[in-house]
């Protein structure tokens, strides 16, 4: 029987029965819907947003990330190799992608998701972090956290060492950012926000936000200054790092003092913001998940 034949069921296929009208008719409406949801679930998963912890040890990244995915705290173990979450953020809090959205919108009821990054602390370790700032996966910002109770100068008239390594590590990650932003680089963001957590506000003998700011940003200057005559080690790992070395001083020079707006030239804006993460109180994160609702 040839295909011609008109019992054969390749003409049969051929002409305009009900079945191949049904069987065309399935296909047609089928193969979008399959081929969007094959796309669709590939790219969510690998595009979630996220944030890098980072900060000096003992500041309470660990405690966060555990606040953040569980909801409540839980005991803290030493972190040695980056630790990463998914978090949703609280349908309370407003997203920059949802801020034109009506208020009855049903979307805002969905948890809009993120990842989150916990990086160690120690100083052999820090090269980690400062790797996941070369390599980013969708990085939406850095989360910079820091103990403000220990940085108050009262503790000591001298110098305070606790605020003189978080100074440090700050001042290491902000050169990075600004050389990573020469870097002309044809894909990647250039634009990186970064928040100072002022962390652990419960206890009295904390710096408010604006003096945690303050702090940080003349301890800087004295990092920057020291840099610049070439007292003072470049910092940990940064010499390993793959990125152009056009610039080596932060901002705008080695002389003067340093501000944090100095930064936006490289489109990177610095927020300090304050919070405590655990508490007698109960936890106090309410701006910093401003913060990062804000940037995603
Ligand atoms: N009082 C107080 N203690 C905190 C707070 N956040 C963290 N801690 C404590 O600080 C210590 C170090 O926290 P951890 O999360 O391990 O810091 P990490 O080294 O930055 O990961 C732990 O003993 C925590 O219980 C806070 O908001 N208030
Ligand atoms: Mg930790």
Redesign the pocket.
Known sequence: MAWTDSQSWLSSLMSPTPIAIAVAALLVLSIPLFLHLVIYRSASSSTLPSFLLV?P????????LTLFERGGHAE?RT?QAPLTVEVSLPVTTTTASSQYRSANDPSNQIHKKFLLA?TP?HGKLRHHAFDSVIKPQNLKGIIF?VDAADISTSSSGTGNEALWQAAEYLHDLLLLLQKRANTKSPRGPTELPVLVAA??L??FTALPAPLVKAALESEITNVRSLRTKGLLDSGIGMNDLDIGDEKEWLGDGGEGKFDFTQMDEVNVSVTVAGG????ADG?DVKQWWDWIGSNI
């Open positions: 900060g040890s003992g500041s309470g990244k660990t405690s966060l803290t972190s916990d602390g956290m962390n652990k419960d206890l405590n993460v655990l508490g936890p």
